[in-house]
């Protein structure tokens, strides 16, 4: 049976409750103040005993899979210090595993990450120790998790998802600085070079001239919550040809093929970069995919494309009044390639760079007062759905 744990007062750390884990284990009668008190105290007697040692090595457990992973898409079970190494972490002591009997408890382990947009297959571990951080890891909106987010109160201590407020960002990629080396993007409040208005590129003009089709769109869910299907048939009806690729539309083009990825630079002005939801930060790899050609990005989604990419870099599709007005507009860009090109002013400033985020997590587990702060998400449904 499943088993739900709160720390108590007293000099017993742990008060395991035989309920069920998401049934409500503290009683109105118990003093939350004072449960609270006695976790910090448990926590602090742990930080006492971890002086001396602060550079030791922290332990990572990927409790569940990720969708079909189960290794996370890493390239081994266990994975060390090097790793961390290899990609140039500030901070490497740590040990990245989905192997759960690395160490002889699951007590053991610094942070227990979960992947909460799937249900889970095993059981929730039935002990857990006040030193540990559970994470909840969200790439997926939460729109269309699988998992019931609503159960897991007081549960968390820490998100990793693709939202900014994250305590550990969880994102596709990073736009840097080529200057300075700096990571600009995302960010909440980016600041970033101006250059749109002023940019030209004869040879640019050249090669774009060559495209032959309006626009392009890649999708596999169809009946997206956010409208997407819909809004394409409206920019179809208004004229614009839109060529759909995936289990959503007549076309096809095998991920990873090399003529996929060609036929963004050479035969397509425009790549719909539409979300299957519109969440708060969801910004998913179909903005980066077009980022990453000579194409530009039309986009449609919740969040404030700003804080993922320069203005002039992309088109949002809320920014017009109605599809005609959009239709019109790319039209013209068509007609006018000198202006299509200042889209792609920034890429002389910068980069995009693939992110860790393993990283971040690492980091985060070694500094002091992340370790000292206690933290629980009493509703991680409604954090992850706030707008």
């Known amino acids: 049976m499943p088993m739900k744990h709160v720390v108590l007062c007293g000099a017993v750390v742990l008060v395991i409750c035989f309920f069920f884990i998401y049934d409500t284990c503290m009683l109105e009668t118990i003093n939350s103040y004072k449960v609270l008190d006695d976790h910090n105290r448990a926590r602090a007697e742990r930080i006492e005993q971890e002086v001396g040692q602060a550079g030791r090595t922290r332990y990572i457990l990927l409790y569940t899979s990720f969708f079909e992973e189960k290794r996370w898409g890493l390239l081994a079970e266990t994975l060390g210090p090097e790793f961390f190494a290899a990609k140039h972490c500030p901070v490497t002591e740590c040990v990245l595993t989905s192997y759960h009997q690395l160490l002889p408890s699951i007590t053991e382990y610094d942070a227990v990450v979960f992947h909460v947009a799937t249900g889970w297959d095993g059981p929730l571990p039935t002990l857990r120790s006040?030193?540990?951080?559970?994470?909840?890891?969200?790439?997926?909106?939460?729109?269309?998790?699988?998992?019931?987010?609503?159960?897991?109160?007081?549960?968390?201590?820490?998100?990793?998802?693709?939202?900014?407020?994250?305590?550990?960002?969880?994102?596709?990629?990073?736009?840097?600085?080529?200057?300075?080396?700096?990571?600009?993007?995302?960010?909440?409040?980016?600041?970033?070079?101006?250059?749109?208005?002023?940019?030209?590129?004869?040879?640019?003009?050249?090669?774009?001239s060559s495209k032959h089709k309006m626009a392009a769109q890649f999708v596999s869910h169809c009946g997206a919550l956010s409208g997407r299907d819909r809004l394409v048939k409206k920019m179809q009806s208004a004229g614009l040809d839109v060529d759909v690729y995936g289990t959503c539309g007549p076309?096809?083009?095998?991920?990873?093929?090399?003529?996929?990825?060609?036929?963004?630079?050479?035969?397509?002005?425009?790549?719909?970069?539409?979300?299957?939801?519109?969440?708060?930060?969801?910004?998913?790899?179909?903005?980066?995919?077009?980022?990453?050609?000579?194409?530009?990005?039309?986009?449609?989604?919740?969040?404030?494309?700003?804080?993922?990419?320069?203005?002039?870099?992309?088109?949002?599709?809320?920014?017009?009044?109605?599809?005609?007005?959009?239709?019109?507009?790319?039209?013209?860009?068509?007609?006018?390639?000198?202006?299509?090109?200042?889209?792609?002013?920034?890429?002389?400033?910068?980069?995009?760079?693939?992110?860790?985020?393993?990283?971040?997590?690492?980091?985060?587990?070694?500094?002091?007062?992340?370790?000292?702060?206690?933290?629980?998400?009493?509703?991680?449904?409604?954090?992850?759905?706030?707008?």
């Not at 269309?144 to 994102?171: A, E, P, Q």
């Not at 080396?181 to 050249?206: C, D, K, Y």
């Not at 990419?309 to 599809?323: A, E, F, H, K, L």
């Open 130 to 208: 006040p030193h540990q951080v559970y994470v909840a890891a969200l790439m997926e909106s939460p729109a269309h998790t699988k998992h019931m987010l609503g159960l897991d109160g007081n549960y968390f201590n820490w998100t990793m998802t693709y939202r900014l407020d994250s305590d550990v960002l969880f994102n596709y990629l990073n736009v840097v600085d080529l200057e300075s080396a700096e990571v600009i993007s995302p960010a909440m409040h980016p600041s970033w070079r101006n250059g749109f208005q002023e940019f030209s590129n004869a040879t640019l003009v050249e090669t774009v």
């Open 251 to 387: 076309l096809t083009c095998p991920r990873g093929k090399p003529e996929c990825e060609q036929m963004l630079d050479t035969v397509y002005w425009f790549y719909l970069s539409f979300e299957n939801s519109l969440c708060v930060d969801y910004v998913t790899e179909k903005l980066y995919n077009a980022l990453s050609h000579n194409i530009v990005p039309v986009v449609f989604g919740g969040a404030d494309y700003n804080r993922f990419m320069p203005p002039g870099s992309y088109i949002d599709v809320q920014d017009y009044g109605t599809v005609n007005e959009l239709v019109d507009y790319l039209r013209y860009l068509v007609d006018n390639p000198s202006e299509y090109v200042r889209y792609f002013w920034w890429k002389q400033y910068y980069a995009l760079e693939n992110t860790n985020y393993y990283c971040d997590l690492c980091t985060k587990l070694h500094s002091a007062d992340a370790r000292e702060k206690v933290q629980y998400y009493h509703n991680i449904k409604n954090w992850c759905q706030t707008n």
